[in-house]
Every structure is written in structure tokens, then in C-alpha cells.
């Protein structure tokens, strides 16, 4: 494992440890998401730029939400990855926000293998991952997502996954607005 993996690693299990322990304290403040959602895809831009994968974002006007910034672009950080991880090269990933009554949310959508219906509630726990390998072969723990669940949950939000297999997957979560 490379150092950068390690580290990776290490501040995963210390951020499960904090929300186990209901230590991490969230800094609350209104967000706006469009503007989260573009400062995760630069971060995550030179890893698809490799695969030659598109991020869009179509930033349908939402109300703000009360939330914490850099949590936030951590959860978005992960279901972007996972998304270039496992979306064919070439192909577009589509960010869509709505505003939807009390809450805003926010879908992830990637053209891959998809999520089977019996392992759409089990990719949300410890260490899971599909047997279906990503284009670079296995990477990560499988800590993203039940690190994503605690921190969405914490905000008074949900996550989920929405997903037929062939036809990609639509990860998403809902915040509530402030
Ligand atoms: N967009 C996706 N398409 C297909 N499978 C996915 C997708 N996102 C997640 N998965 C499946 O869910 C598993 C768990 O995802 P999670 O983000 O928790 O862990 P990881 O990406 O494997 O590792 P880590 O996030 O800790 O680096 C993945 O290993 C993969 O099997
Ligand atoms: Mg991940």
C-alpha cells in the first residue's frame, strides 16, 4: 500500500472512531451546495481526466442547507471517486441537485456495473465491497460509504443508493435546508 493509500486509511478509521465515540463536532453553517459540489470535482478532476471521464454538474437553483463545508466535500469526494472508479472511460458522471420540500438533494450518477438490489443496503457497512472489480482493480477499504451514511445522518440527511444493474448508479443524499 502506498503512503498516501496509509494515510488515507488511518484518517478514515480516526473519523469512525469520533462519530462511534459521538465526537465529531460538525461547524454548521448555510451552504451552498452547487458550490461544495465544484470544489469536490476539483479535487477529484485529475483522477477522471486519466479516464478521460466528464463530470457535469446541473446546478438547477437550490435553496442553502445547514451544514458543515468540509464534511460535506468529504462525503462528495467519496461517491465521486467511487464513481470514476467504476464508470467505463470516456463516459460523463452527472451531478444533479433538486429542491425537493425541506431538504435538498444531491444524485451522483455514473454509467458502471451498477449496485445489485440484494447489496444496496450492504455496501453502507464496514468494509464492504462488491466482488466487481473497478477499472484499476480492488482499491480502498470500503469506508467511504459508512463513513458517508454517519456524517449525512448526523446532519439530519440520508443517503442511499438507486441503482438497476446495467444501468448504472445513482448514488444520492439529502441535507436539510436552512
Ligand atoms: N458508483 C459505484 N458503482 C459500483 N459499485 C460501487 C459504487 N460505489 C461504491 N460501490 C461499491 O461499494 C463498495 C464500498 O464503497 P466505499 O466507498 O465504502 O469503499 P471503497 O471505495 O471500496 O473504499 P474507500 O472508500 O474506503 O476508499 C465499493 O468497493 C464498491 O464495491
Ligand atoms: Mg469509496
Not at 47 to 53: D, K, L, P
Not at 139 to 156: D, R, V, Y
Amino acid at each position: 500500500m502506498d503512503s498516501k493509500r496509509l494515510i488515507g486509511l488511518i484518517n478514515d478509521l480516526l473519523d469512525l472512531d469520533k462519530l462511534d465515540a459521538g465526537k465529531m463536532i460538525l461547524s454548521l453553517a448555510s451552504l451552498n451546495v452547487a458550490e461544495a459540489v465544484e470544489a469536490a470535482i476539483a479535487s477529484v478532476e485529475p483522477t477522471a481526466t486519466q479516464s478521460e471521464i466528464r463530470i457535469s454538474l446541473n446546478d438547477g437553483r437550490v435553496s442553502p442547507v445547514v451544514a458543515d463545508r468540509g464534511r460535506i466535500i468529504q462525503v462528495l469526494v467519496n461517491l465521486l471517486s467511487n464513481a470514476i472508479k467504476f464508470a467505463p472511460e470516456k463516459s460523463e458522471i452527472k451531478v444533479t441537485l433538486k429542491d425537493s420540500g425541506q431538504f435538498v438533494s444531491v444524485f451522483v450518477h455514473d454509467d458502471g456495473p451498477g449496485v445489485g438490489k440484494e447489496f444496496q443496503s450492504t455496501i453502507f457497512e464496514r468494509f464492504r465491497q462488491l466482488p466487481q472489480k473497478s477499472k484499476s482493480g480492488q482499491e480502498g477499504s470500503g469506508l467511504g460509504l459508512p463513513i458517508a451514511k454517519l456524517i449525512i445522518e448526523l446532519h439530519g440527511g440520508k443517503i442511499g443508493v438507486d441503482s438497476e444493474e446495467g444501468k448504472g448508479s445513482t448514488f444520492w443524499f439529502q441535507l436539510p435546508k436552512a
